[in-house]
Every structure is written in C-alpha cells, then in structure tokens.
C-alpha cells in the first residue's frame, strides 16, 4: 500500500519558517519526481515545488528565492524548507509523487496558516 506521509505544517506569523516533511512508502517503481502542491480556498491547486531523480528542481514564482525543496532518497522522503512566509502562503500543502512507468500519488495535506 502506498503512503505518502506529510508532518510539518502548522501557524506561523508573517516572516517566520516552517518545514514540510513526506515520507513515501509502498511505491514499487522508480520514482520520477517529488513535489510539492498547495491549494487555498477558492483557489485551484498549484505547484509549489518539485524535485526529480536526478536532482533538477522547479519552483513556482511566488516561492522562489524563500523555499526549498530538498529530498533523502535513503528515506524516500521530500522536505519543503518554507522561510519569510507571507498569508499569501497560507494553504493546505500536498506532496505528490510520480514514478517509472506514470503512476501517480498524493498525500491526505497538512495546513499551513500564515497570520499575526
């Protein structure tokens, strides 16, 4: 059975850091990529960040330059470094996981709420 378990969200105010954790089990193929997707009320889900098996990572442009996305393949876990967050930033936060041959997979979401 595949899970993709997510720690890490939570309240912060604005200018403060969180760090996301997901930690992948179960999958059988190679993994592709990792990533992150977050999604607001109201608001359709969007990329935040993704790193694939070689490395190469994509942020979106909201995020660049203040997250990090990183990975352990030792522990086929993805982390999102999340720093000088905005409100703007506050949505529930996804990780998702492609692999070898195209099967794809999400977690159940951990909040982040981003407020004074």
């Known amino acids: 059975q595949v899970q993709l378990v997510e720690s890490g969200g939570g309240l912060v105010q604005p200018g403060g850091s969180l760090r996301l954790s997901c930690a992948v089990s179960g999958i059988i193929f190679s993994i592709k990529s990792m990533g992150w997707y977050r999604q607001a009320p109201g608001k359709q889900r969007e990329l935040v960040a993704a790193i694939t098996s070689l490395g190469s990572t994509n942020y979106a442009d909201s995020v660049t330059g203040r997250f990090t996305i990183s990975r352990d393949i030792a522990k086929n876990t993805v982390y999102l470094q999340m720093n000088s967050l905005k409100p703007e930033d506050a949505a529930v936060y996804y990780c998702?996981?492609?692999?070898?041959?195209?099967?794809?997979?999400w977690g159940q979401g951990t909040q982040v709420t981003v407020s004074s």
């Open positions: 998702n996981t492609r692999t070898k041959p195209e099967y794809e997979y």
